[in-house]
């Protein structure tokens, strides 16, 4: 009994070093990976096996050591056996809760896969058949958002390289999301740190600034919050700041999303921190649960199971097309869905967004399975309340109709953006950008998403529109919005003007006793090349509240 009391004190010690050890490694791995308490998180299982292993090294590296100095043998004279005998004797705990929650990971794998569960997945997204024209309403030429990612971020670039007490210390976040702010399309982000030197100098008073650009005008607004009171809390921040790591320390079993930066109807600067939650199984099922929304200048933060109206993305497109993608592949099975494959569609390779009801729409299009160059039809989904809606409609892919619109400027190799989706005259339109080699939007260009081979293309959105009215009109579309597609004016001209734009010469036409002229480019109209003052013409027209309007076509009378 004198002999064993030694031993089991040394036992003790041993564990308590163990346990020691393996809390201040667990501490240091949860600061740095911020890992979620909770067993639907694969990153929880990662966790546990480095606790796991820390304690099972430490033990076997004490307990060699104890033996060293007891029995005084040397550490290259343990054997196989002898290293196996001190694993049993101070790692069976971590090794049993290790196998535990390896099977607890691969059982809960096995049981959330899509094999066994296809008829679940399948109901993640609920989606209703919709009625695109009465839907989608028609929008003025003036308030189409003609800004995509790539030019904001040029401009927001360009912005804060003209603010000299900014553009040295901070820089633009590449974010730049598109949310509604008092119902009109912008995109906002944040400006960010320069480096960890910068932070250090700037941190007391925060990030100073976002910027709001606007996705009509293409204006671009820098905020600036109150002295003292700058963005805090951020991706960019580091220690208790750094946002992952705030969210982490007051919700440690959420699992979350991307966040997503917004301001609110007040401009008050916010990150949308979704919730996920694994609805099937252990790992199955992705969706959202309400968000954490944190006040970027205080830290403040509250979890809404149903998130305020003024917040728009709540749900990813990534996570929306994916759940479309097991709606549309799985509906009728997951063993039919690789062979025979009736009825399986698939979401397109890209999407966009449309601004609607003081909300944000994703939209991508949806295509079968066997890879072809046409949709079947296409979903907007609210991103705010997951709300889903197919639209059945045979016409080109986003990329065919891009093709389709370099195609027509492919002298001046132009490149596409990826297309926004437009109700034009009841006629469900692709509206795309065409940008010159540095990135500058020199063109526009619509393409009927059912008749692809109708496209029309323009230097401004008004010249656009005006020629593909023209062509909806020559292939008798469009007459159901119940809109006059142009309207028709007969007079005398009393001055004409002309202009070079982007290589084109365009005809400015103004006709007796009006202010009102009427552009129309030469490549489009030869008859603008030969009409002179006195000549008595029949101008077509796309009606608009502007001095200048745009002709689609100009007819001289003799």
């Given at each position: ?10 036992r ?41 292993a ?19 043998m ?9 290293f ?9 705990i ?29 109901k ?5 058949n ?12 003036d ?6 990612k ?16 900014m ?23 944040m ?72 301001i ?9 921190c ?58 009728n ?20 967004y ?8 994703v ?13 079947v ?23 065919s ?29 692709y ?5 010159d ?59 004409i003007?002309?202009?070079?734009i ?7 036409i ?14 489009a ?34």
């Amino acid at each position: 009994m004198r002999e064993a009391t030694p031993k089991r004190m040394g036992r003790i010690k041993q564990t308590l070093i163990c346990l020691a050890v393996t809390l201040i490694v667990g501490l240091i791995y949860f600061y740095l990976e911020l890992p979620a308490i909770n067993i639907h998180s694969p990153a929880f299982y990662t966790f546990v096996f480095v606790l796991c292993a820390v304690y099972c090294v430490t033990a076997v590296f004490t307990a060699r050591i104890g033996m060293e100095v007891e029995d005084r043998m040397p550490l290259q004279s343990i054997g196989v056996r002898e290293f196996f005998a001190m694993m049993k004797r101070h790692c069976l705990i971590p090794f049993f809760l290790l196998l535990a929650l390896l099977v607890l990971y691969l059982g809960g794998s096995l049981f959330s896969s899509v094999i066994l569960r296809a008829g679940s997945y399948t109901k993640l997204l609920t989606v209703e058949n919709g009625d695109f024209v009465n839907d989608v309403e028609e929008i003025s030429f003036d308030q189409i958002p003609m800004l995509d990612k790539d030019s904001a971020s040029k401009l927001g670039d360009r912005k804060l390289g003209e603010l000299s007490d900014m553009v040295s210390q901070f820089e633009v976040s590449d974010q730049y999301n598109q949310i509604n702010y008092n119902g009109h399309p912008v995109r906002v982000t944040m400006l960010e740190y320069g480096d960890l030197i910068k932070w250090f100098t700037n941190r007391k008073n925060g990030i100073p600034a976002y910027l709001i650009i606007d996705m009509v005008t293409q204006n671009v607004d820098v905020v600036r919050l109150p002295e003292g009171s700058g963005i805090k809390y951020s991706n960019s921040e580091h220690f208790g700041r750094l946002l992952m790591r705030h969210l982490r320390f007051n919700y440690p079993t959420f699992m979350f999303d991307t966040p997503m930066f917004e301001i609110n109807d007040q401009g008050e600067p916010y990150w949308i921190c979704p919730k996920l939650e694994k609805t099937i199984g252990l790992f199955g099922g992705t969706d959202i649960n309400g968000a954490v929304l944190v006040n970027a200048v205080t830290g403040e933060s509250q979890y809404y199971e149903e998130v305020p109206t003024w917040v728009d993305r709540l749900y990813s497109a990534e996570l929306i097309m994916q759940q479309y993608d097991y709606h549309g592949q799985y509906q009728n099975g997951f063993i039919n869905s690789i062979f025979g494959q009736k009825g399986v569609t698939v979401t397109t390779s890209g999407y966009n967004y449309i601004a609607m009801n003081d909300d944000v729409y994703v939209y991508t299009g949806v295509t079968s399975v066997g890879g072809d160059q046409s949709n079947v039809g296409f979903i907007l989904t609210n991103q705010r309340t997951k709300e889903t809606r197919y639209y059945p409609c045979a016409g080109a892919t986003e990329y065919s109709a891009m093709s389709s619109a370099e195609g027509v400027v492919q002298h001046l190799n132009y490149k596409a953006t990826f297309p926004l989706l437009l109700n034009i005259h009841s006629e469900p339109t692709y509206f795309i950008a065409l940008k010159d080699n540095a990135g500058l939007v020199k063109m526009y260009a619509m393409v009927n998403v059912q008749q692809y081979q109708i496209v029309a293309t323009g230097t401004s959105v008004s010249e656009c529109s005006a020629n593909y009215s023209k062509l909806l009109t020559q292939n008798n579309l469009g007459e159901e919005s119940g809109n006059p597609l142009a309207d028709e004016v007969t007079g005398t001209i009393a001055e004409i003007r002309s202009a070079v734009i982007a290589g084109n010469t365009v005809f400015y036409i103004r006709l007796e006793n009006s202010r009102t002229f009427y552009a129309v480019a030469a490549s489009a109209n030869e008859t603008a090349v030969i009409l002179n003052v006195g000549d008595r013409v029949v101008i077509q027209f796309t009606p608009d509240e502007n001095e200048i309007l745009s002709a689609i076509s100009i007819e001289r009378q003799k």
